[in-house]
């Protein structure tokens, strides 16, 4: 299948800064990308969709200025979470699909965010 | 937002049992796929069934689909340790958003 990365796999940081996480797409074009966020044990939660240079749009209940979402490419997204905090720590995975995926979703491998 | 329900929330068997995981929704789909994911790692595409398909195969998982009772299920033969993970329905409407279920942990003892 489809190959989606993400990058950092993990990270660490301070109370207050910016952590931005990129999704790559690296053997399809990805017209549409989502990024969801996932508590331990839990299901995963859809906070926004991409659509390659266009804006996000965001689920109900997402702060889009804490969350930034950008798509400015067939093969690249990024989250920014800005002024990250300890409530912030979750696992946040992306995916990808485009038109030649068939309606299939290929997901990255996820990026673990422990805000300290 | 429609929100699939998965049955049981947790499942533990012997290797080599049969393994089998439901989920329902609430509205009308374009299809629904099952994803697994290991512990604290990314999802797995498993298998996709359109709303006009009934059963669908792959390998050792077997999925069916009931639209008139927007149910779902997948099972998983003779299973093995390395199946141990966590499964996730997901429905697709028209947009193409993906709607997950809560998902069913499965142990599977060797």
């Known amino acids: 299948g489809a190959v989606v990365s993400q990058h950092p796999s993990r990270v660490i940081c301070k109370s207050g800064t910016s952590v931005k996480i990129e999704c790559r797409s690296l053997?399809?074009?990805?017209?549409?990308m989502f990024w969801y966020r996932q508590f331990p044990k839990k299901s995963l939660m859809l906070m926004a969709t991409s659509n390659e240079g266009s804006k996000a749009t965001y689920e109900q209940g997402v702060e889009k200025d804490k969350f930034l979402i950008n798509h400015a490419s067939l093969t690249l997204s990024t989250l920014t979470v800005t002024s990250a905090h300890p409530e912030d720590s979750s696992f946040y995975i992306c995916s990808a699909t485009g038109l030649l995926a068939g309606g299939t979703q290929y997901f990255g491998p996820g990026t673990r965010l422990l805000v300290l | 937002s429609q929100q699939g329900e998965e049955d049981p929330q947790a499942l533990s068997i012997q290797e080599g049992e049969n393994a089998t995981m439901n989920c329902s929704y609430k509205?009308?789909?374009?299809?629904l796929q099952w994803y697994r994911q290991n512990s604290g790692r990314g999802l797995v595409h498993l298998i996709l069934?359109?709303?006009?398909?009934r059963e669908k195969h792959s390998g050792r998982l077997r999925v069916t689909l009931d639209t008139s009772k927007k149910s779902s299920s997948l099972l998983i033969t003779a299973s093995r340790a390395a199946d141990t993970a966590s499964y996730f329905c997901?429905?697709?409407?028209?947009?193409?958003?993906?709607?997950f279920g809560g998902g069913t942990r499965l142990m599977v003892k060797p």
């Open positions: 053997d399809f074009q990805a017209t549409t």
């Open positions: 997901a429905t697709t409407n028209a947009g193409n958003m993906l709607t």
């Open positions: 509205t009308s789909i374009n299809n």
């Open positions: 069934i359109r709303s006009n398909e």
